[in-house]
């Protein structure tokens, strides 16, 4: 791993939540997304968020050929407690074919989820 991305991994948290977000941004980097699992599993709300976010862009551009332990670092991300994560991947997903057979059971379960934000953020644009 570059020591560039070493050194934004161990800074302050606005820094690892920047980070996910250029990991996201930049084409063709698969090689980075293990560093997006490992952003899910931060002790910093808004970088888990940034790190959900760019799993499920990654799950929607992949679609049925994600790799199966991103969809399962996603779905681990979506059971941790609160709405800000569900959120954050509710606004991505929600622009994904729905008929997805990777996409279709998250948005099933964001849609039942017990925060009203997130099933409202989850169905605006798959009705």
Do not use: K, W, Y
């Not at 679609?63 to 199966?68: E, I, K, N, Y």
């Not at 609160?82 to 954050?88: E, L, N």
């Amino acid at each position: 791993m570059p020591a560039r991305i070493l050194a934004l991994l161990s800074g302050p948290p606005r820094t690892r939540a920047d980070t996910a977000i250029r990991i996201r941004r930049t084409p063709h980097a698969a090689h980075l997304l293990p560093v997006l699992v490992g952003l899910g599993r931060d002790v910093d709300p808004v970088v888990r968020v940034g790190a959900a976010v760019g799993l499920a862009e990654h799950v929607i551009r992949a679609d049925d050929t994600s790799d199966p332990i991103l969809v399962q670092a996603l779905d681990d991300q979506l059971g941790l407690d609160g709405a800000q994560i569900a959120a954050g991947a509710a606004a991505v997903l929600r622009r994904a074919a729905v008929s997805s057979t990777v996409v279709a059971p998250f948005v099933t379960r964001l849609l039942s989820h017990r925060s009203a934000r997130v099933r409202a953020g989850t169905s605006g644009g798959n009705r």
